[in-house]
């Protein structure tokens, strides 16, 4: 089942900001992520928050696909009000989920339509949505694109039939790739495929040929994510009871160099641990608001927002924050306003994971300590580091956990 959201404190019923939240804003990036909780079956490895049709049966009406974009809508419109009437033009907006593409395309139309509507889009807003390879086809596609959507990100995760059944994942090997040449040939010029590595029964070889059919295919970003077991799921069960083994550090480490060496050999470059792209362009300019502290408002169940310092969660469960908007007040359960420090700590753990590495000038003195013996040790770019930064050389990225705590702690 997907985990549990943090407690934090409450928040008021129209949602209002603290002021000091509001200050600056408009000249930080501001985004939009925009949660769809739906999908046709549960993978086996996943704790995001998503409900199938089954899942959902006893909620009826207020928690349907049919009505799904509507209170979305009504969600854009309320942090509309929320962030008053600064000039905030938005620079990217994510459909995640859960799988977006299980609505009809108008109904992603629209509320992108709404964003635009509400708080108008940059000239060169990046526009995407996850998506199903099964759950599009170049008509769908088309729609997309005459709607405003320039960047697409489908779930390829491998190209072996037995890994994609241990994983619950149910498309053909191989539609992932014509995804990629229906959504060229429909005009999107961003592209990515999100391979994982790790699952037990996955060899060198197989992972070799997901990257192979995934280079082919000719994305101009590829994710690669290690496997992670998350308590609760149905694959972490199968492992408990000793039905599948534990994939150990080692192997996803090797499986990591693997992909590196493919991607790089392809023309793709590292510019977050997990993340390649043919060029600047070609990079997720939504995930990287994420990664520098930037703004953005996350739309639909479970999603977290983050303004000025100040994050927020909706309510999980579709039903509940379908209530929340049709009684007119805030869907958000809970929010906690972020200490300097905490927001000293977080740069450093998202700045490092980034080809640019962070400043060194973030690290309090322990950590400029265990930096400097994270240089010796191979793990930071000697080049950054005399020019002020701290950036994870290939073996680093292999250790960037560890790398991580030893510069917060």
Same mark, same amino acid.
């Given at each position: 089942?997907?985990?549990?959201?943090?407690?934090?404190?409450?928040?008021?019923?129209?949602?209002?900001? *603290?002021?000091?939240?509001?200050?600056?804003?408009?000249?930080? *990036?501001?985004?939009?992520?925009?949660?769809?909780?739906?999908?046709?079956?549960?993978?086996?490895?996943?704790?995001?928050?998503?409900?199938?049709?089954?899942?959902?049966?006893?909620?009826?009406?207020?928690?349907?696909?049919?009505?799904?974009?509507?209170?979305?809508?009504?969600?854009?419109?309320?942090?509309?009000?929320?962030?008053?009437?600064?000039?905030?033009?938005?620079?990217? !907006?994510?459909?995640?989920?859960?799988?977006?593409? /299980?609505?009809?395309?108008?109904?992603?139309?629209?509320?992108?339509?709404?964003?635009?509507?509400?708080?108008?889009?940059?000239?060169?807003?990046?526009?995407?949505?996850?998506?199903?390879?099964?759950? !599009?086809? *170049?008509?769908?596609?088309?729609?997309?694109?005459?709607?405003?959507?320039?960047?697409?990100?489908?779930?390829?995760?491998?190209?072996?039939?037995?890994?994609?059944?241990?994983?619950?994942?149910?498309?053909?090997?191989?539609?992932?790739?014509? %995804?990629?040449?229906?959504?060229?040939?429909?005009?999107?010029?961003?592209?990515?495929?999100?391979?994982?590595?790790?699952?037990?029964?996955?060899?060198?070889?197989?992972?070799?040929?997901?990257?192979? +059919?995934?280079?082919?295919?000719?994305?101009?970003?590829?994710?690669?994510?290690? #496997?992670? !077991?998350?308590?609760?799921?149905?694959?972490?069960?199968?492992?408990?009871?000793?039905?599948?083994?534990?994939?150990?550090?080692?192997?996803?480490?090797?499986?990591?160099?693997?992909?590196?060496? +493919? #991607?790089?050999?392809?023309?793709?470059?590292?510019?977050?641990?997990?993340?390649?792209?043919?060029?600047?362009?070609?990079? %997720?300019?939504?995930?990287?608001?994420?990664?520098?502290?930037?703004?953005?408002?996350?739309?639909?169940?479970?999603?977290?927002?983050?303004?000025?310092?100040?994050?927020?969660?909706?309510?999980?469960?579709?039903?509940?924050?379908?209530?929340?908007?049709?009684?007119?007040?805030? *869907?958000?359960?809970?929010?906690?306003?972020?200490?300097?420090?905490?927001?000293?700590?977080?740069?450093?753990? #998202?700045?490092?994971?980034?080809?640019?590495?962070?400043?060194?000038?973030?690290?309090?003195?322990?950590?400029?300590?265990?930096?400097?013996?994270?240089?010796?040790?191979?793990?930071?770019?000697?080049?950054?580091? +005399?020019?002020?930064?701290?950036?994870?050389?290939?073996?680093?990225? /292999?250790?960037?956990?560890?790398?991580?705590?030893?510069?917060?702690?």
């Amino acid at each position: 089942m997907p985990s549990a959201l943090p407690d934090g404190e409450p928040v008021p019923s129209d949602g209002s900001l *603290p002021d000091h939240a509001l200050v600056g804003l408009g000249r930080r *990036p501001f985004g939009f992520y925009v949660h769809v909780p739906y999908c046709a079956t549960r993978c086996g490895y996943c704790d995001f928050n998503t409900y199938t049709a089954t899942e959902l049966r006893s909620s009826g009406a207020v928690a349907s696909q049919e009505t799904y974009a509507d209170n979305l809508i009504a969600e854009i419109r309320h942090a509309r009000r929320v962030l008053g009437d600064a000039e905030l033009p938005v620079q990217t !907006v994510f459909l995640g989920g859960g799988t977006p593409t /299980l609505l009809p395309a108008r109904d992603l139309v629209r509320m992108l339509a709404a964003i635009r509507d509400e708080f108008g889009l940059a000239a060169d807003a990046e526009v995407t949505t996850e998506a199903n390879p099964e759950s !599009v086809n *170049p008509a769908y596609l088309a729609e997309l694109r005459e709607g405003g959507y320039n960047r697409l990100s489908f779930g390829m995760q491998s190209a072996r039939p037995h890994v994609l059944t241990l994983l619950d994942r149910h498309h053909t090997p191989g539609r992932p790739e014509a %995804c990629v040449a229906e959504a060229r040939a429909e005009g999107f010029e961003h592209v990515n495929l999100d391979l994982i590595y790790g699952t037990p029964g996955e060899s060198d070889d197989d992972w070799r040929a997901s990257l192979d +059919a995934a280079i082919g295919a000719g994305p101009d970003h590829v994710s690669a994510y290690s #496997l992670i !077991v998350e308590d609760g799921t149905k694959l972490a069960a199968r492992i408990k009871r000793g039905e599948l083994p534990m994939v150990d550090d080692d192997v996803h480490a090797d499986r990591y160099l693997i992909a590196e060496e +493919a #991607l790089a050999a392809a023309g793709y470059s590292w510019y977050e641990v997990s993340n390649w792209a043919t060029t600047d362009a070609g990079r %997720c300019r939504h995930n990287e608001l994420y990664w520098t502290g930037a703004d953005w408002w996350g739309a639909g169940p479970g999603a977290h927002s983050h303004v000025g310092g100040v994050r927020w969660w909706n309510a999980k469960h579709p039903a509940a924050y379908a209530r929340a908007l049709a009684e007119q007040r805030t *869907p958000a359960q809970g929010r906690e306003v972020l200490p300097d420090e905490d927001r000293r700590v977080e740069r450093i753990l #998202l700045e490092l994971r980034l080809r640019e590495g962070c400043p060194l000038s973030l690290l309090a003195a322990d950590g400029r300590r265990a930096a400097e013996r994270a240089l010796a040790d191979g793990l930071l770019d000697a080049g950054a580091f +005399a020019a002020g930064r701290a950036v994870l050389t290939l073996q680093g990225r /292999l250790l960037a956990d560890a790398v991580v705590r030893d510069l917060v702690d």
